[in-house]
């Protein structure tokens, strides 16, 4: 009884462990790709330069305000020597007055500043920073748009290497199949042991097929694992259905779309021109408004309250005449840099556009023609079989039947997958890989 219970128990702990060891997880690819922008380390990265672009530009906003300073001091005087106007005008003729005890010096200040002009450096540079913060902003957005299209290529590796391994795993028990039959054939002298060997070998080489599908299939598994923050031992079920679904609704989206990167490389190139004149504005004086308060008590000698002031303020750099045009030139140089990236990158834009586009079309016809070969292939070795069976053709023509037909089935397979690839592949290019799949961009 007791042996009973442990055994029990054993098969009990054993099934909890393989159900922990390994989960299982359906996916649709919109929700790996919404997972993937959420939680992957790009997407917090791209998040993160969003953030630090807008505390830039709160900074450099904050100088359009007045400055406040206030300061305030306590001295002691050692023997301190004080002459004074106004002892000695109010001295009393009948002689020299008593030394007086300066021993202590007390000072307190308030002093406001107000720019009032400084070239316009103030609002250039407020411009330029709101220029990078929205580069930063559609930054984010392709980087989400990369993200998904490496979810994509994942999503396709793994499928691929799935559906090959069902394939060849079927193959495989067919294979051994057939050397149960020939084995018993052999011994019963009516096939020569080289067609035994023959069919041993395929089945040998279709375990190992099989055995390197595996091996992709756990590595494309893990790599998606660790891009979407998964459990290592999380197995990862395709939707394939989904995918299909999600395909056929995008269709009728807008060919194309507007690319985040370029949109980013523009606002760079606005922010390049402000820098521009950010720099010819040290050519001109800065103009402030000042105002303060000083309090002041010097010991049995002087003291001063209430004492206000209001002015304006010039200040000139006249080293800015010889040393600044070659700050100007600088930001004009990398202004013209920026423009040529915008045209570099419209240019690589349209070519990708085109190519994503070609390939597409291709996966295409490619994938009609994979489904012919398949019926082909079916075909074709059922009739070599059929002539094997009478004795009409030979086991080489048997054994190359077979394979050609899963060659076939495995080129068909994959061919699905690369059409969904360069679907969505053609939907990046396009600047609207997310927006296919109606996942929302913050």
């Given at each position: 009884?007791?042996n009973?219970?442990?055994?029990?128990?054993?098969?009990?702990?054993?099934?909890?462990?393989?159900?922990?060891?390994?989960?299982?997880?359906?996916?649709?690819?919109?929700?790996?790709?919404?997972?993937?922008?959420?939680?992957?380390?790009?997407?917090?990265?791209?998040?993160?330069k969003?953030?630090?672009?807008?505390?830039e530009?709160?900074?450099?906003?904050?100088?359009?305000?007045?400055?406040?300073?206030?300061?305030g001091?306590?001295?002691?005087?050692?023997?301190?020597?004080?002459?004074?106007?106004?002892?000695?005008n109010?001295?009393?003729?009948?002689?020299?007055?008593?030394?007086l005890?300066?021993d202590?010096?007390?000072?307190?200040?308030?002093?406001?500043?107000?720019?009032?002009?400084?070239?316009?450096?103030?609002?250039?540079?407020?411009?330029?920073?709101?220029?990078?913060?929205?580069?930063?902003?559609?930054?984010?957005k392709?980087?989400?748009?990369?993200?998904?299209?490496?979810?994509?290529?994942?999503?396709?590796?793994?499928?691929?290497?799935?559906?090959?391994?069902t394939?060849?795993?079927?193959?495989?028990?067919?294979?051994?199949?057939?050397?149960?039959?020939?084995?018993?054939?052999?011994?019963?002298?009516?096939?020569?042991?080289?067609?035994?060997?023959?069919?041993?070998?395929?089945?040998?080489?279709?375990?190992?097929?099989?055995?390197?599908?595996?091996?992709?299939?756990?590595?494309?598994?893990?790599?998606?694992?660790?891009?979407?923050k998964?459990?290592?031992?999380?197995?990862?079920?395709?939707?394939?259905?989904?995918?299909?679904?999600?395909?056929?609704?995008?269709?009728?989206?807008?060919?194309?779309?507007?690319?985040?990167?370029?949109?980013?490389?523009?606002?760079?190139?606005?922010?390049?021109?402000?820098?521009?004149?950010?720099?010819?504005?040290?050519?001109?004086?800065?103009?402030?408004?000042?105002?303060g308060?000083?309090?002041?008590?010097?010991?049995?000698?002087?003291?001063?309250?209430?004492?206000?002031?209001?002015?304006?303020?010039?200040?000139?750099?006249?080293?800015?005449?010889?040393?600044?045009?070659?700050?100007?030139?600088?930001?004009?140089?990398?202004?013209?840099?920026?423009q040529?990236?915008?045209?570099?990158?419209?240019?690589?834009i349209?070519?990708?556009?085109?190519q994503?586009?070609?390939?597409?079309?291709?996966?295409?016809?490619?994938?009609?023609?994979?489904?012919?070969?398949?019926?082909?292939?079916?075909?074709?070795?059922?009739?070599?079989?059929?002539?094997?069976?009478?004795?009409?053709?030979?086991?080489?023509?048997?054994?190359?039947?077979?394979?050609?037909?899963?060659?076939?089935?495995?080129?068909?397979?994959?061919?699905?997958?690369d059409?969904?690839?360069?679907?969505?592949?053609?939907?990046?290019?396009?600047?609207?890989?997310?927006s296919?799949?109606?996942i929302?961009?913050?």
């Amino acid at each position: 009884m007791k042996n009973n219970q442990t055994l029990l128990l054993a098969f009990f702990l054993l099934l909890v462990f393989k159900t922990h060891a390994q989960e299982k997880k359906l996916l649709t690819l919109k929700e790996a790709i919404e997972i993937a922008v959420t939680n992957s380390d790009a997407a917090n990265l791209a998040k993160t330069k969003v953030e630090s672009s807008k505390l830039e530009l709160d900074n450099v906003k904050n100088n359009q305000y007045p400055s406040v300073k206030a300061s305030g001091q306590y001295l002691r005087l050692s023997s301190a020597h004080v002459d004074s106007n106004l002892s000695s005008n109010n001295s009393s003729s009948s002689g020299p007055a008593a030394p007086l005890k300066v021993d202590q010096l007390m000072l307190g200040q308030v002093n406001v500043a107000m720019p009032l002009f400084n070239g316009f450096k103030l609002k250039n540079s407020i411009k330029e920073s709101e220029s990078m913060y929205k580069a930063e902003s559609f930054s984010e957005k392709h980087s989400k748009e990369q993200i998904g299209l490496e979810v994509v290529e994942l999503f396709a590796n793994l499928y691929k290497a799935q559906q090959m391994t069902t394939l060849i795993e079927d193959n495989l028990k067919t294979a051994q199949q057939r050397v149960k039959d020939f084995k018993a054939m052999e011994e019963n002298g009516l096939i020569a042991r080289n067609d035994l060997l023959k069919a041993q070998l395929q089945e040998s080489n279709i375990q190992l097929s099989l055995d390197n599908a595996r091996k992709n299939t756990a590595i494309a598994n893990y790599k998606l694992n660790t891009l979407l923050k998964l459990p290592e031992n999380t197995q990862i079920d395709i939707d394939i259905e989904a995918v299909k679904r999600d395909m056929q609704s995008s269709r009728d989206l807008a060919a194309t779309g507007e690319r985040n990167d370029l949109k980013s490389l523009e606002l760079k190139k606005s922010a390049a021109e402000s820098a521009v004149k950010i720099a010819k504005g040290n050519y001109y004086p800065s103009l402030f408004l000042t105002g303060g308060y000083i309090a002041f008590d010097l010991n049995n000698v002087l003291t001063v309250t209430n004492a206000m002031n209001v002015g304006v303020g010039v200040s000139y750099d006249l080293s800015n005449i010889f040393k600044n045009s070659k700050q100007v030139k600088l930001a004009q140089s990398r202004a013209k840099e920026s423009q040529l990236a915008v045209s570099m990158m419209s240019e690589q834009i349209k070519e990708e556009t085109f190519q994503a586009n070609e390939n597409y079309n291709l996966s295409l016809k490619q994938s009609l023609v994979y489904d012919k070969a398949v019926e082909q292939a079916s075909e074709n070795y059922r009739i070599v079989k059929d002539k094997y069976d009478n004795n009409l053709s030979t086991t080489n023509d048997l054994l190359e039947a077979d394979f050609e037909q899963l060659q076939a089935k495995i080129n068909q397979a994959l061919s699905k997958a690369d059409v969904a690839q360069k679907y969505y592949e053609l939907q990046f290019a396009n600047g609207k890989l997310t927006s296919s799949l109606n996942i929302t961009q913050n």
